[in-house]
């Protein structure tokens, strides 16, 4: 029974300690990323405005090929909802919804997941002209984790885990528009 008891106590222990670290652990993280596409400005922004064409790029809508998507309203403006459910716990389910988009500049978005875990994200792609034939384009994905799951940001990289699949995305966004 000693031992159970001192088994019990450094468990409790080491729950405790990680509360406190979770307590002055940041909670809110950021991941950007950009390429360079030998395409002139408005014609990249015109094909990254609309979240149908994702299909195409993005890793994650691409993980799962029978992944089942829904749209509401009209692509490449304010209020355009786009939903996903996959038997896959990587894609999971969840929905994206365009928040503003600055004609030609910027297309922002929210994330809510749903499945395999809750949460909320936001992300957004600006367009940058580097010259006429040139854009850069720059992909920002901000979340937070609240406590104690905010823990997790001390063993896990978000930078890591996201940063590729953010940086395979714009590659294939880069070959797709360079074609």
Do not use: C
């Not at 307590?23 to 015109?46: A, G, M, S, W």
């Not at 064409?53 to 998507?69: A, C, F, L, T």
């Not at 304010?78 to 894609?91: A, N």
Request: no cysteine; proline share 2%; glycine share 6%.
């Amino acid at each position: 029974m000693k031992i159970i008891k001192k088994i019990l106590i450094v468990i409790a222990a080491i729950i405790i300690l990680l509360l406190v670290v979770a307590l002055f652990t940041k909670k809110d993280y950021t991941i950007e990323r950009n390429v360079t596409i030998n395409k002139p400005k408005q014609e990249v922004f015109d094909y990254i405005r609309l979240l149908k064409n994702q299909s195409y790029y993005s890793v994650w809508v691409m993980r799962d090929p029978q992944v089942k998507r829904e749209f509401k309203g009209t692509d490449g403006t304010e209020g355009f909802v786009t939903t996903w459910e996959s038997t896959m716990d990587e894609v999971g389910k969840g929905e994206q919804e365009i928040t503003k988009v600055v004609d030609g500049e910027a297309v922002d978005s929210h994330l809510h997941f749903i499945k395999p875990f809750e949460g909320q994200a936001n992300a957004s792609m600006t367009t940058q002209a580097i010259s006429d034939t040139q854009t850069k384009v720059n992909w920002k994905f901000s979340s937070s984790m609240a406590y104690p799951m905010n823990i997790m940001l001390v063993f896990i990289s978000m930078e890591d885990m996201l940063g590729k699949d953010m940086s395979d995305g714009l590659h294939n966004l880069k070959a797709i528009l360079e074609k």
